[in-house]
């Protein structure tokens, strides 16, 4: 009885912070895709299927490795396919928005509320010249391409269709269109899929497994070739498609898309737009391998997850769940869910923590 007035009575918690970015989340997801909504300057390659696929993955891979996290980076393309593209993108290291364009489709504006510089495929910036800040502050800056091809967006423009200018010798300092490539090793999945990344304006600051934690996840989803595994929390592939290329055959998860079917296209991943719960109630099979990595980790939410994922776990099946120690990092500390789940495992599961990098993770093996 007095437990009950109590609850009654308890005053209501306040939402997590998490409760508070998934509901902002949802808001944004109904006005069409994040990315487009960010404010940092975009340098963008467009490509067609004539272009030397080879030439636009060093100018994207050398202009990242010189600029870095100032900017944001993105790939248009007409006539080339899923994995042309990724191909294209295995030696960014750092999150690219792909979109694929139609054939008679002229550029669009890619983020409206920034500048954009557009660059053809072979072209690269090594070094930051002085007209790049003018740009990057919302300037149109002095430079164009030997080619006509380079053209940059002052953030109010709408569209491509601004007349191309003409430059002087020199201004195009620090524009560099590449003759050749050099030979190099094979990427592993982290670096060809680091473009996949969620952080920064794809997503949540910070929201994407760090790289420690997801090569843990790679070396035992390795361990799973050739079975199928269930991923929970999908955002933009970049998991499912490391898994994926390790000859796993991916079934993934999430309640919201960014654009994961067109970036995984042609990989063995199945994408499902669902929410977990949902989805997990309505599915009969059982996993040898779920990964589990999802933004909402509150004990809440967990109370939620925990019937529904037990019964989708085979018989000695393996469980990997980000965000073991998330509550640890500041202004995370109520996102105690997944610790909650790990004290209520059935007796005999065995739990190995990796908490050296935050959020961390768990591994568990059922019995
Ligand atoms: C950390 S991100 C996943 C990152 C992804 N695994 C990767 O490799 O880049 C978490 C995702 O979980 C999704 N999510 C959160 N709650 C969910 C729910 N109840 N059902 C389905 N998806 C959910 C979010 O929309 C978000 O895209």
């Known amino acids: 009885m007095l437990r009950w007035l ?10 997590t912070r998490a409760a508070l970015v998934a509901a902002e989340d949802a808001r944004q997801a109904v006005e069409g895709s994040r990315f487009s909504r960010g404010e940092r300057p975009l340098i963008c390659w467009n490509v067609d299927f004539s272009q030397d696929a080879a030439l636009a993955r060093e100018a994207i891979s050398r202009t990242i490795a ?11 393309t007409r006539g080339i396919d899923a994995r042309r593209a990724r191909s294209i993108l295995e030696l960014a290291g750092y ?4 979109r694929r364009l139609r054939e008679e489709e002229t550029l669009p504006r890619l983020r409206p509320g920034a500048p954009e510089l557009i660059l053809p495929a072979g ?38 269709q601004i007349p191309v200018r003409s430059f002087a010798p020199g201004e195009l300092d620090g524009l560099q269109t590449l003759r050749g490539v050099p030979n190099r090793a094979v ?23 760090p ?9 035992r989803a390795a361990g799973f070739a050739g079975r199928t595994v269930l991923e929970l929390g999908t955002s933009r592939g970049r998991l499912s498609a490391m898994m994926a290329s390790l000859g796993c055959r991916v079934i993934t998860v999430d309640h919201q898309d960014r654009g994961a079917r067109g970036n995984l296209a042609g990989l063995a991943v199945d994408v499902v737009q669902d929410d977990l719960v949902r989805y997990l109630q309505r599915e009969t099979r059982r996993f040898d391998l779920i990964v589990c990595d999802l933004h909402g980790n509150a004990p809440s939410d ?8 037990l019964e989708a776990l085979a018989r000695g099946g393996t469980l990997i769940l980000n965000n073991a120690a998330l509550h640890r990092l500041p202004d995370w500390d109520s ?23 935050l959020p961390g993770i768990a591994i568990v093996t059922s019995r």
């Open 211 to 219: 790289d420690a934690l997801a090569e843990i996840v790679v070396t």
């Open 95 to 98: 999150p690219v928005e792909w």
């Open 6 to 15: 109590f609850r009654r009575h308890a005053p209501a918690q306040p939402p």
């Open 187 to 209: 990427p592993g999945p982290l670096q060809r899929f680091a473009w996949l990344g969620g952080s920064g304006q794809w997503g949540v600051p910070g929201w994407s497994l």
């Open 123 to 160: 072209v690269a910036i090594e070094t930051a010249p002085p007209w790049l800040e003018t740009w990057a502050q919302g300037g149109l800056p002095p430079c164009q391409s030997p080619q006509n091809t380079v053209a940059a967006l002052p953030s109010q423009a709408t569209t491509m």
């Open 335 to 357: 996102e105690t869910g997944v610790a909650w789940f790990l004290s209520r495992l059935p007796r005999r599961w065995t739990v190995e923590l990796h908490t050296q990098t």
């Open 66 to 76: 010189a600029l870095g996290e100032q900017f944001d980076y993105a790939l248009c």
């Open 302 to 309: 967990w109370r939620r997850y925990r019937k529904p994922l």
